[in-house]
């Protein structure tokens, strides 16, 4: 009798995977990544005096009154330390924009602000400047609910999204669902797998020694499966973004998060 190749046989094996979390309803809830470190760690992100991740924080707060050539600052629109911001409505983006008639992401709203407002030069996505002002303004709704519409106009992107989540990329024939899905609370390279949520981002990694936005470590996740990642604030990674957050409706932001 001749043999089942083993990439076929690792297909039934993920099926069967599946099928067993579907049945047994294990991971349906969504847990965030908090609970899959170390109590250390958690101690960590606990203390604003420990948590490196507010050094972060601290240069987005300085963006943030900064007084651009137009005389405004952020604070003009929305107050000192942000105290106008609607927490609840940074809780909800990725947000479809009907004037822009596509999904934006809070850095971009951030970005179209810095921008439109202030009459400053835009900034590259992801770049330093823009990330630490997206990690500021999401450390303002900590503890608000993720809150992701996913109806209506963000339907497409959304599925667009989860079919990107469940795409086997790269060499090792992987997509993310293997690593936050089928063995989620395992060991790989001595840490534990968590579910894959983005309400801690952007995040402290212990590993590299900075600010990751939820980009970069979609790229540092695909360089792992010896895949070319998208561009940052790609459409590809945005209809990700959507997904991912979406995935993780009903935990709180707890941006810095501190991971490994």
Known sequence: MKSMPIKIFLQ???LFSFYLLSCTGYAIEPVSGYAYISQDTQEMQDDEFANPGMTTVDKGRALFHAVAENGKNCASCHGEDGVSLKKSR????PIYSYESQRPIT?????NICWQDKLDNIPFIYDCAD???LETYVRYLARGEVINVDVSGPMQPYFKAGEELYNMRVGQLDMACIHCHVYHQGQKLRGQTLSQGHSNGFPEYRLQTGQITSLHRRFTECFVTFRAKPFDLGSEDFINLEIYVHARGNGLKIETPAVRY
């Open 12 to 14: 039934y094996v993920s």
């Open 90 to 93: 940074i809780a909800e983006y």
């Open 106 to 110: 809070l850095q971009e709203q951030v």
């Open 130 to 132: 823009a990330v630490a």
